[in-house]
């Protein structure tokens, strides 16, 4: 079972900027071969999505539409990254962030059971 891990979670301020990294604990795990997707989840809430990319040649973002432009998700092909900006954020966007990939790279999967790989978390706290 590939491991993915995030990076990136800590302190911040509202209305400060945040950039999540999602790396492959496997070196061979090839991010441009899936699709990939950031979620959180708040203390007593349900998993939700935020943001995926769609696999090459599409590479088309797509975002919950209630959060559009303060979330971006961009890869790091080179690297074999894939981060997620959090611009402005607020309180309400303390959570437990996850990245996930699917198995067979669909286009715009938006639920957890539509993803087999998921990383253990990393831990935003932003203080108003």
């Known amino acids: 079972q590939v491991q993915l891990v995030e990076s990136g979670g800590g302190l911040v301020q509202a209305g400060e900027y945040l950039r999540l990294s999602c790396a492959a604990a496997v070196r061979t795990f090839s991010f441009t071969k899936h699709t990939v997707a950031w979620f959180r989840q708040a203390p007593g809430k349900e998993r939700e999505f935020l943001a995926g990319?769609?696999?090459?040649?599409?590479?088309?973002?797509y975002n919950k539409d209630d959060i559009w432009g303060r979330f971006i998700i961009f890869r790091d092909t080179d690297k074999n990254l894939v981060h997620l900006e959090i611009h402005d954020a607020s309180p309400e966007d303390t959570a437990v962030y996850y990245c996930a990939a699917d198995e067979s790279g669909a286009t715009g999967p938006q639920s957890v059971r539509d993803f087999h790989y998921w990383g253990q978390g990393t831990q935003v706290t932003v203080s108003s």
């Open positions: 990319i769609n696999t090459l040649p599409r590479r088309s973002a």
